[in-house]
């Protein structure tokens, strides 16, 4: 932090000078870019799924590159601390951001003021994978279903509480959707990560949550947790007898993303090469077969993909936004 | 019976000689970053978890076990020597530990805390062996409105844990329970106390705070008088505990080693909620009170033995139900899935190598421990020799690379710089750090759950009442509160505060 605002004063200081030195430098620089260790930012706290995700990708992107790829993880402020940190960091390639669902889409959309504009205040490299979110319940509840679940909900009215991870998190809203599309009345109880919140529905003093699935799916295959429903539009291919919320709630889709961005204004070719690694890694058997473990879907894409798939995730969740009237500061 | 030859498997697991090999490196480190002020166990498995990828995964998972419960017995060691808590959960043992170096006794308190931790892992390992499962039930009974419960005592018997006024002791209680509530309200996601910074949108970091107000105020109070330290460094004799104390730890290891086994087991903070419990149960039923905070040996015996039964036992929740109960759990779910194995309640079942081999391997790293540990002890005394002027800025140094990397936020360090001054102004109005400690871990637990449980049972109170396991919790902590106010013991109070006066 303190390093950038020394660069950007000293910017602002020697004036066209550096500018046109910096401009002039960067093509040097991506031709044999890269030269020395990238820092990957991810802004969640290590062991979670983002940073499963980032560590599996790293190894295999340092291979590519042939520099160290180092994951830091700089937790915070829902992601937001880790996000804004590399939206000002220098535009060489050399810190990059395990960006999700939560910094690029719902943060900006929930916060009141976020440091941050997703759209303007980063460069897309890639999108990575999609991971499913999934309605879990306790096995003494009574509901087999989603449709059960719902004649539940509607029976007693006021009666049933859900967790997830915390508030404002894709989890939260994934309830969110559900309860304004099915028109049934739960409350919501925050938890300080899916991991506290996994215990309470184990010992049943919640009895419904929804999680990511990488997270639940121990449990769903052992049977002390009961798995109604995935949140995507298709099922998860780790769990074909899990049903999709869709087939219930025709329309219902949410699910958590993983993509890679770097500073705004980053080199075309620095970008192109990053890219290039990224999708290499993603194409690697092994990592292939981890995802499929960890039931996260490998999707890839080009730079210009991921700008416009964040441009339709905001564009989505805006209104879901507005209608649960959900609003942090 | 099943457990003997399923210990058996894990005994052949664990001593292959690979393993052997990673549970020694896992160690090794484990306290090497537990004696690095600052430094914890989570830093180092987080930089560690990509090399893991390489190994088998019982190997990698032996070598993160040995990092954590290694960083509890290298974190006493600076608790000890010189005030600085190297891990978050030795702040305890830095109260008494830290006097009884300032007698000379450094070489027996070190040795007490080996001891005692060994003897404290050893029973836990065996405890997580024999009850691993049975033990998961009662911990998933534990509700939200349990919990308040539970933090209730905590708060109440807290009281216990200053020596001197009752009055001062209740403000740092209160001072730590306000800190606490720094950062982002759970449920309402509003900012509080965060002075528009968003590095504190997710409270103070408590190693920051505790490094603050232990060790940099320390360092504050020591620069401020050099006599206080050349008396430090001459008196520095008999390494080893004598007969006589060994007679005095035993009651407080036996003790320490339960409550440590039970609340480990329990999510969130379990070592440090330990340490502070069963400091507070030795002060409580010891006959010389007044000795705790000089030095007292009890006062290092109990917390040592606690936290470290504390960390092992928290492996429980984790190996039956996949489920972290804190952020070193956490990197260890990562470095299985990263392995390709799902935590979850199938680990033993599928994997019983792997489920028991961790199990004997930490029994393995303990012993692993003290045969490294002891020896040890001559030498790390002799580090008090080292002039304080050089010991100092090395000090500081490690305590800051420390406290930055577990979050990389610099506003971490600030907190550090902030803290260590709140504890020197602390000191020298005799107030004690340590209740504002517990009030700063309690603090955000009790709110979180007192305000869950009300949601669930939708703002009806007597939900803490109804439920049996809360209703009890809530009797004992009126029992504390009956005793410590009952006229004799309050005289025995307040005539033990006039003493150090």
């Known amino acids: 932090m303190t390093k950038l605002h020394l660069t950007r004063r000293g910017t602002l200081a020697a004036g066209f000078a550096l500018a046109t030195m910096l401009a002039a430098g960067s093509p040097s620089l991506a031709a044999d870019f890269p030269d020395r260790q990238i820092t990957l930012v991810v802004p969640f706290a290590a062991g979670g799924s983002t940073d499963v995700v980032s560590r599996i990708l790293a190894q295999k992107m340092s291979d590519d590159l042939g520099q160290q790829v180092i994951v830091q993880n700089v937790a915070g402020a829902g992601g937001n601390l880790g996000a804004d940190n590399v939206a000002r960091a220098d535009p060489d390639g050399y810190t990059i951001l395990m960006g999700t669902v939560a910094t690029h889409a719902l943060n900006p959309l929930i916060l009141k003021s976020t440091p941050y504009d997703p759209q303007k205040d980063f460069t897309p490299i890639s999108l990575l994978v999609l991971?499913?979110?999934?309605?879990?319940?306790?096995?003494?509840?009574?509901?087999?279903?989603?449709?059960?679940?719902l004649a539940l909900l509607k029976a007693e009215p006021g009666k049933y509480s859900y967790a997830?991870?915390?508030?404002?998190?894709?989890l939260h809203l994934s309830g969110e959707l559900f309860k304004s599309m099915a028109g049934v009345e739960m409350e919501h109880i925050p938890y300080k990560g899916s991991g506290p919140a996994l215990n309470d529905?184990?010992?049943n003093q919640v009895s419904i949550m929804f999680d990511n699935l990488p997270s639940s799916s121990g449990h769903i295959k052992s049977g002390t947790l009961r798995a109604l429903a995935v949140t995507t539009k298709e099922r998860a291919p780790s769990f074909p007898e899990v049903p999709t919320i869709a087939?219930?709630?025709?329309?219902?889709?949410?699910?958590?993303?993983?993509a890679l961005f770097a500073p705004p204004g980053t080199p075309a070719d620095v970008v192109a090469r990053l890219n290039a690694a990224a999708n290499k890694a993603l194409a690697d058997p092994a990592v292939g077969e981890r995802m499929k473990e960890f039931s996260a879907t490998i999707v890839g894409s080009t730079p210009e993909e991921l700008g416009a798939h964040v441009d339709a995730e905001i564009a989505k969740w805006t209104p879901i936004v507005r209608d649960a009237k959900i609003q942090l500061e | 019976m099943d457990?003997?030859?399923?210990?058996?498997?894990?005994?052949?697991t664990a001593a292959s000689p690979e393993n052997l090999f990673f549970c020694l490196v896992g160690v090794l480190l484990g306290t090497l970053v537990g004696v690095l002020p600052g430094i914890g166990a989570t830093a180092t498995i987080a930089m560690l978890l990509p090399?893991?990828?390489?190994?088998?995964p019982v190997s990698s998972l032996i070598m993160l076990a040995g990092i954590y419960y290694g960083a509890q017995y290298g974190g006493s060691t600076t608790a000890i020597l010189i005030n600085m808590p190297g891990e978050s959960s030795s702040a305890v043992t830095a109260i008494d530990g830290y006097q009884m170096a300032r007698r000379g006794r450094a070489g027996a308190a070190l040795s007490i805390a080996a001891l005692g931790s060994f003897f404290a892992g050893t029973v836990s390992t065996f405890l997580v062996a024999i009850f691993a499962i049975p033990l998961t039930v009662i911990a998933l009974k534990f509700g939200a409105a349990e919990y308040f419960s539970l933090m209730i005592v905590g708060l109440v018997s807290s009281v216990a844990l200053a020596h001197g006024s009752i009055v001062k002791a209740l403000a740092m209680v209160v001072l730590g329970l306000l800190l606490g509530l720094v950062g982002t309200d759970i449920y309402t996601g509003a900012p509080r106390f965060t002075l528009g910074i968003r590095e504190y949108a997710d409270g103070l970091n408590f190693v920051a705070v505790a490094v603050g107000v232990f060790g940099v105020a320390e360092i504050l109070r020591n620069l401020e008088g050099e006599k206080t330290r050349t008396v430090l460094m001459?008196?520095?004799?008999g390494l080893w505990p004598t007969r006589e104390d060994f007679k005095r730890m035993v009651g407080p290891v036996l003790r320490g080693t339960v409550i440590g086994s039970a609340l480990g087991i329990l999510p969130g903070g379990g070592a440090i909620l330990a340490a502070f419990a069963s400091y507070?149960?030795?002060k409580r039923i010891s006959d010389k009170p007044q000795e705790f905070g000089q030095g007292a040996i009890a006062g290092v015996a109990g917390p040592e033995s606690a936290n470290n039964a504390g960390a092992q036992t928290s492996f429980i929740p984790l190996l039956t139900l996949g489920i972290p109960a804190n952020p070193v759990m956490a990197l260890m779910v990562g470095a299985m899935i990263i392995q390709g194995i799902v935590p979850g309640p199938n680990v033993a079942a599928e994997q019983p190598a792997l489920f028991w081999g961790i199990i004997a391997s930490m029994w393995i790293g303990n012993l692993m421990l003290v045969v490294l540990n002891l020896p040890l002890i001559g030498l790390w005394v002799k580090l008090l020799t080292i002039p304080y002027y050089v010991l100092f800025p090395i000090i500081m140094a490690f305590c800051s690379i420390g406290v930055y990397s577990v979050n990389s936020n610099v506003y971490d360090l600030y907190a550090v710089a902030f803290f260590g001054f709140v504890g020197y102004v602390l000191v020298k109005l005799r107030c004690e750090p340590a209740p504002l400690l517990l009030g700063f871990v309690l603090g955000p637990l009790l709110e979180e759950n007192l305000r869950r449980a009300m949601i669930l049972s939708r703002g009806d109170p007597t939900t803490f009442v109804t439920r049996p396991i809360s209703a009890i919790l809530l009797l004992i902590a009126l029992a504390v509160l009956v005793v410590v106010f009952l006229p004799s013991v309050k005289a025995k109070r307040e005539e033990v505060f006039q003493e150090e006066d």
């Open chain 2, 3 to 12: 457990l003997f030859s399923n210990l058996a498997l894990g005994f052949y």
């Open chain 1, 201 to 203: 529905l184990l010992g």
């Open chain 2, 280 to 282: 507070t149960v030795e």
């Open chain 1, 131 to 149: 991971v499913p979110n999934v309605l879990v319940v306790n096995p003494e509840l009574p509901a087999k279903d989603v449709a059960e679940l």
């Open chain 2, 51 to 56: 090399i893991t990828f390489q190994l088998e």
């Open chain 1, 164 to 170: 997830s991870s915390g508030n404002g998190t894709p």
């Open chain 2, 234 to 237: 001459s008196k520095v004799s």
């Open chain 1, 247 to 258: 087939e219930t709630i025709p329309g219902y889709e949410t699910y958590t993303w993983n």
